[in-house]
T-cell receptor
């Protein structure tokens, strides 16, 4: 079946540091890939997405590239802010599957 | 105008009680989900509906019964609540696989 493996946290960074969260996936078909963010006490918001190989998703300074050869979709941001403190989830959706499969989530804390 | 809304946001109840959580989406999506998020933030699919039809029932105890009166609504009824049911429950909708899902704000259920 489909699965997502995500870098374990928690991750603590200083403001303006570089952030990378690794994500790899296993899928039988050609999935779409997503990063969701969950701020404290809130629901999940879509951060970015990529629907086919070599697509780059970007939003709010975050980027991730769909790499089929390495089955990866790593999230990066060049300079984090305190407001980026949240839980980040990597997810995939398969054309034949009526669900999103999520990674375990990575808690990121950015200190001023 | 909230896209996916669920009520209530907080629910505190005693063991053995029966409770319901309501979910409505105004996005015109065909697919709706219930996810459970545990204390470690792990997200697990519970149910998936497509056009009011149950597609996925992911080994959830039969004390949990979803009901979809129409495409815009997916309610969750829980009988005989147990301490282990304490979690955050998220409703979500999606236009069709493999598109991204839009999440409600969550219902924090506490069983005492």
């Amino acid at each position: 079946g489909n699965s997502v493996t995500q870098m374990e946290g928690p991750v603590t960074l200083s403001e303006e540091a570089f952030l990378t969260i690794n994500c790899t996936y296993t899928a039988t078909g050609y999935p779409s890939l997503f990063w969701y963010v969950q701020y404290p006490g809130e629901g999940l918001q879509l951060l970015l997405k990529a629907t086919k190989a070599d697509d780059k998703g970007s939003n709010k300074g975050f980027e991730a590239t769909y790499r089929k050869e390495t089955t990866s979709f790593h999230l990066e941001k060049g300079s984090v802010q305190v407001s980026d403190s949240a839980v980040y989830f990597c997810a995939l959706s398969d054309p034949d599957d009526y669900k999103l499969s999520f990674g375990a989530g990575t808690t990121v804390t950015v200190r001023a | 105008d909230t896209a996916v809304s669920q009520t209530p946001k907080y629910l505190v109840t005693q063991m053995g009680n029966d409770k319901s959580i309501k979910c409505e989406q105004n996005l015109g999506h065909d697919t709706m989900y219930w996810y459970k998020q545990d204390s470690k933030k792990f997200l697990k699919i519970m149910f998936s509906y497509n056009n009011k039809e149950l597609i996925i029932n992911e080994t959830v105890p039969n004390r949990f019964s979803p009901k979809s009166p129409d495409k815009a609504h997916l309610n969750l009824h829980i009988n005989s609540l147990e301490l282990g049911d304490s979690a955050v429950y998220f409703c979500a909708s999606a236009p069709r696989p493999p598109r991204e899902a839009f999440f409600g704000q969550g219902t924090r259920l506490t069983v005492v």
